[in-house]
Each structure stands twice: as structure tokens, then as C-alpha cells.
């Protein structure tokens, strides 16, 4: 314990701070611009945020309110904390909101300003909590942020509404203070992405600054608080999201492999953002295209894969419906292929700004007629750049369709990424037919995989299509013999991934009463809960799996060395139903979907019901 | 785009573009005369045979791309001119062909169709119009005429009918035509057209299907009343048509009026001069709707043809526009962007 200007430092392993307000209070910037300043110093951390799905929700009501969850930590960080421990509420409804969730004796800082008349009828409270003891039990900090981020912008020249906009920044500032993080970083983005406009850079950084040097000269903070850096593998890091690391993993694919990269997409959210990214690096060569609907994206990323790029589609669930008949087409054409699908909530538009898992099963079977594709899952946001190579590497190399799943957690949501060189990444190994003798479109080398002839190779003319090809030949086949062995070839293709994928690694004791077995975006989840369930004396292991089809070789082998197999998931039980199929097992479920990463402490009172005294 | 070379060097020949994949049309339909034709105008395009392509979605006319020994993709139902704008956008190097009917291209595939003439990309579009599904069995289809009895409207249909230049026109194809099955040496000349131009080019094609709307266009190529009910359009001349080459058209505001040469009142320097680049859409739109009108002659030929970029030109050029502002883009560079900070 230090002092700090009279102020007491307390140190903390870890942290859980949610930043909530209006949607148009821009608490989505601020919990960036705090993940990023707090990654800079060298916590771990790992972010979530969450978002109404309406643009401008009407203001001042629980609905529209926008919260970003951020965690922090001296050791690795796997999840954005079930509970928060402090809580930045810039309105009534944002407390409300978020009021459940908070740590018993957690912090609440609030904007005390917009605790009116007014507010408090929007979030429908019908007396105001800071007067009728509702918050007792909880360290309220109520502070005048609108007053005060007046006060210090009126030399800025601004109109009173971007005024108002800049109190975030104050929020921002005081807890900078509190947590004893630098504002330089911050002060710097600001020049940066206002630089053109200089009363708005004066705005954000006086607000700033204010709120800072309120934490500091006020005495109504008896204490900072201090998380100690994380010991982290040497190397430089930068803060990424599962959206950017995905477009980062498919330049990096294209260079890799030496082919052009082609984006065809329609927008959704939450898979949008890859978009973006990828309509950005022009300069890296990539062509994206907007296409009409979700089934021209995939359709034209069809036809840039016949003609000889590195093609893909991003989408999310619905968009993943429509693009069903087209994945078929790439099934029987044996063209490389690779589909994104950021899952959210479902059925139909479900919930579009929050996450889910539930799109498993119709990765695997959503197609008609006998139609096997590989899916991948990543696990966490910078997996989904390696996630993105690997499955490039074997729509390449099988020439087949691959279904890249990630979800809306790891894709909006951040941790420090140690960048690898591109000369620690592998080749990836791409070969187009050019000899014209002897050449069949539907030839198969040693991986069952046809040659990529693509048009303007003289001499090696010929079609494709959704027909029946005749293997070999390709030419049109209704023929019964052939068909059965298209439909077995086809699957069998998909099965020998298996001996050009790893093996699955079990954490903990590699035989025993227990193993957790997750798959995906619930890594994080997974793997804290089985750490404290372990701390708690529990001897459980844990597996994760990243290859659904094929599975690791290894899978079944593991899957029989334990007496029971808990598997959580984010939807009904699809992977459960999957691995009961194949293994024919008994699987323990444990299924939420509240449109959230799963929390850690259910699961691991899930591992201790199991368990039960068995420490 | 296309590197063309001496068309006498390449020595091609109809014969090089047929594969060796029996034709499975019913015997006398007039995709024949189009596969024919295509065949013959190929060769004279001076374009190498490796660097052509036929996508084409579902449908009698659809099979076309195993039919000509080029590269092809068949594909699904409607989606042709998606694939091929995918495959354009990446190969601009290629010549790139969609065969497509009815069905495929106003029904299922309207969506990318209209798209893609917005869009101006360089595809050739052809539109086998038969005015009714074939391959599902004598269904009506978008272009049917209203009242059309069929398996699928027995009562008569109740819909009326795409008028598919009206829409090529509305969505700003670029060039858009039309020819009939059984006027080859027109067909050969649209299919010249549609060849050399570039961005969007629409040709529909008259086609008869004569196993489930046998004489749809019989008015059109009876030799002995198709003059009367024809006008063919040529740049720059006027509309006149009929056997005697006694009738016209004159344009009266936006109606047109068809008109008698010998009636002592109108003469040729009266009637509708066709301007195929017409800056404005309207005359060409004017034309198309002729079709729909029983007083009027069907027109058949160039309804228009303006130029301007197209989409593939304009992705290539934007990428060379940033290379060179920005240079090329380096990997290692792109991963280490952004705020980075060292753990030592
Ligand atoms: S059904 Fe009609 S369109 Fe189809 S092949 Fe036969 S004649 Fe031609």
C-alpha cells in the first residue's frame, strides 16, 4: 500500500469496470480508449461490449443504454468478469440496467446531473435511488460530470450539444485517475482523430484533464487503485478484436499463399466490421465487394474462386441461411472456399448485436442433399487471426468450402495480441494446374483434392457445375454408382483434414473423473472457471476444441479416458448432440443463452455439482 | 482488356468451340440457333479460346456452357450474373458470358441482374426469352403474357409480364438489345456487338420453345406477315418497316405513331431517326415499351448503347490509385500498425 498525493494506492490483482450510458453518450469510445491505455500499461485484459441493436435508441431509456465490460488483471485474463467491481453510470437508466449485476460493495460513479426529474421517469424509476438508500450497500461516488465538463470547455468554442458530447471524456479522466493509468495515450488519439477539427480536440482533451485532475484534488476518493503489469510473453503487443484479426488473418492468408484476396459480402451485424477492414487495405490488393444480398456475396465469391483468388464471405446466422444453396455449389464444384459466420443470437434476426453459438449445427448439416464442409471455430479474439490462415490453408488445399465460426463476443470484443512476424508464419502452398496433357478437372490427388485449372490456362477448357460431375471426368453424371461415390468421396475429403490438424491437448490430469469439453468463444469462460474450480480443490481437466469437422483425431480417445464429460455451451446443446452422435457417450450439458459469454462461476458450480465432495 | 491478336493467327473455328458433349436440347428449339451462332462469331473475335467464359444458372438454356468447349461454370438457379461479377471483378482479363432464361434471369435472379447492369459490369448477358419455363414443364413465367394458360395457371394467368429492355433500360445496362432465334444473320451481328463492347451488355434473344409455347413469336418470323410486325433498328436510319418498306414511325412528344409512306402526308424525313447513343434513356425506353403495344412493330436490334466505366475498371483503378499514393502495402507492417506497446 503506497500513498500518492496524500492518497492512499491500494494494489488489486484484477478488476472488472463497466462503463454504461445512453448510446449516444459514446461509452463504447470510452471503454476502447481504456482498454487500449490500460493494454498499453501491460495489464491482460479482455473486453465485452454491448450495444442496443437500434442506432439511436430513444434516449434516456434502459433499452437504449450502451455498456462496454472491460476486465483487467496482473495474471492472464480470460474473460470480461461475470460481475463488475465498479460501475460508471452516466444516467438513471444505465444504473438500473446494470445495478444487478454489479459486486456486492462494488464502486458506482455517477453522473449525479443527470439524476433529474426527467431521467428518472425515462428509466422508470419511481424514486430517485441516491436519495432512497436502495444503494446502500454499494460505494456511490455521485459527481456533477455534466457541470464540470461545462465549466472546463467554455473557452473551446463549442456549441452546448458537443459540449455535452465531451463528458465521457471527463468520466474517462476520473477513472484514469482512480486506476492510475496514463492520459497521454489517450490525448494523443484525440489529435489524431480530431485533428482537423481543433475546438473538438480542445473539448475531449479539457475534458479529459478535468476529470483527471477532479480524481486528484477532490476528496471525495479516499484511495487509487493499482494493477500490477501481467507478466506477459516477451514481444510487441497491440490491443485486437476478433474482426480485426479476422480481416488482418485473411491479408496475411492471401500474402501467404500468393493468391489475391476477394471479399464478396453483404452487411450484417455483427460480422460487418471485417468489411471494413478488409475495403481499407486496398493498398495490400484485396478487392471487396458489396454485393446485393447475402447470396451475391457468396455467388461472387464463387466465381473469384474459379477464377483463381483467394475467395471469401462474411456474414452472421441469417445471412449464413441464405447463403445455404451456394455452399452446396462450392461442395460439388470443389472450389477453395472460405465462410465467416460472427454467430448471434437467433432464430431469425434474434438478437443482432449480442452473442450465441447457436449456429453449430447448421454449419454442419444446414445444406441439402449430402453436402460435408469443414468448420472451424476460433476461440478468442486474436485466435481468429490464426483461425483465418488455417482455414484459407485448407479450402486451399482440399479445394473445398471451410466454415470459419466466431461469434459476436470475440469479434467485438478485445485483448493484447503478441504480434508474430510474417516470417514466423507458415507458407501456404498453392498449386494451379497449367499441364494440358492428360489433365481431368475431376482428377484427385493424394488428398482426394481435384486440380485448380483456372480460365485463361490455355488447353485446359472445360465446365463445372451444381450437376453430379463423374469423378475424373467432371462431365455430367446421373449415373447410381457414381453418385454413391461422390457423396463418399466428398466426406471422406473433409475426413482427411484430420491427419493435417492437430491434436487436441488436454489441460490438467489426462484421465479422471471430470473433463470439460468446450468448443470455441467459450474458451475464456471455460478455462477461468476451470482454474477456480481448481483453486477451490477440485480436479478437473479441460479440452477446447477449435476443428469440429473433422474432429481431432485424438478426440475419442480422450473423450473415453474420463468418467463424465461436461460440455457448456451457449445454445441447447449442439456440440453435445454431435459428440453423442459420433461417440456415442453420455454427455453432461450445461446451456445458457442470455445473449452473453457464459459466466464463470455457473460453470464452475456446474464442475463442483458434478463433482460434489470429490476434491 | 483482352489481348487480342491476329484473328487469322489463332486460326479458330466454329468447330474449336463446340465440346464434346452431346446437345440435349429438345430437337428444334431455338437455343440451337443461338449455341450456332455463338459458335460462328467466336472465332471472329480475335480473343484467345481460354480466356472466354460461359456462366449460366438454371434451365433449358443454362446447359449452354457445356455445350461450348470454353471454360463454364453451370451453377444455381438465378445466381449467374453474381458468379460472373465475382469472377470479372478478379479476372478482368477474361471475356466473361452469362446464358440465362426467363426464369433464371426476371424471376429468381432479378435481384443480381438489375445489380449488375447498375453496377456497369462487363458481362455479356444473354436472355433466352421463351416466355415460360421449359425445364420444370410448361409453367408461366415473368414474361408471359397475361392470361397465359399453363400447367401452373390453368384459369389464365393473373400477373402481368416483365418487359425485360424496359428493365435492362431502367437499371442502365449499357448496351442493350434484342434479336430473334430464327434471324441468324442479325443474331450474329447483336452477339458482334455485345462482343465488343464494354461494361453491361444485354442481348435478348426471341427464343421458341416449341414443346411448351410453341409459336410465341410466330408473328415475328412467319415469312409471310413478320415484316409487317418488325422494325429493325439501325443507327442513324429511320424506322421503317412493312413489306413494301411503305410504312414508318414518327415520334409525336413521347408517343410514337406508325405512319403511312404513301399516304401523301408523311414522308422519310418525318419518322424517328434511331440514335442508339442517345445520352437520355427515354427514346430507348419508348422503343422497348413498343413491344407491349398490338398497333406497334416489334423492334429488334441496338436499343441503345452508351459507354461509360465499368465497375471492374473502377475496383482495378482504386487500388492503383492508393498503391500509388501510399505505395504498396507491407504485412509486417499492416500487423504492427496500430498502438503498439514491447514486453521485454
Ligand atoms: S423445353 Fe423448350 S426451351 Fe427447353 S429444350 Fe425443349 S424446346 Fe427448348
Redesign the pocket.
Known sequence: MGKNNGKEIKELTDVTVMFAGDSGDGMQLTGTQFSDTTAFVGNDLSTLPDYPAEIRAPLGTTYGVSGFQLHFGSSEVYTPGDNPDVLVAMNPAALKVNLPNLKKHGIIILNVDSFDKKNLGLAKYESNPLEDNSLAGYRVFPVAITTMTIEALKDCGLKPKEVARSKNFFALGLMYWLFNRPIEPTLEWVGEKFGKNKSVVCGNSKALKAGYYYGENTQLFAARYEVAKAELPKGTYRSISGNEATALGFVAASKLSGLPLFLGSYPITPASEILHFLSKYKKYGVKTFQAEDEIAGISSAIGASFGGSLAITTTSGPGLALKTEATGLAVITELPLVIVNVQRGGPSTGLPTKTEQADLLQAMYGRNGESPVAVLAATTPSDCFYMAIEASRLALKYMAPVILLTDGYIANGAEPWRIPHVNELEKIVVKKHTEVEGFQPYERDENLSRPWAVPGTPGLEHRIGGLEKENITGNVSYDAANHDLMCHLRAEKIERMQNDIPELVVDGDQEGELLVLGWGGTYGSITEAVNSARKEGYKVSKTHLKYINPFPKNLGEILLKFDNVLIPEINLGQLAKIIRDKYLIPVIQFNKMRGLPLRTYEITEKIAEILGGAK | MNDKIDVKEMNLTPKDFQSDQDVR??P????YSVLAQVQRVFPTLGIPKEKFVWVAGIG??SRFPYYMNTYGMHTIHGRAPAIATGLKVTRPDLSVWVATGDGDLMSIGGNHFIHACRKNIDLKIILFN?RIY??TKGQYSPTSEKGKITKSSPFGSVDYPFNPLSLALGSEATLVARTIDRETKHMKEMLARVAEHKGLAFLEVYQN????NDGAYSDLTDKEVKSEHVVVLEHGEPLIFGKKLDKGILLDGFTPVVVDLNDGRHSVDDLWVHDEKDEGPIRAFILSHMTDSPDMPTPLGVFRQILKPTYDEGVIQQIEHVIEEQGEGNLEELLFSGNTWVVE
Do not use: A, K, P
Open positions: 436440347w429438345c428444334g428449339c431455338g437455343d433449358c438454356s421463351n421449359g425445364l420453345c416449341l414443346i411448351f
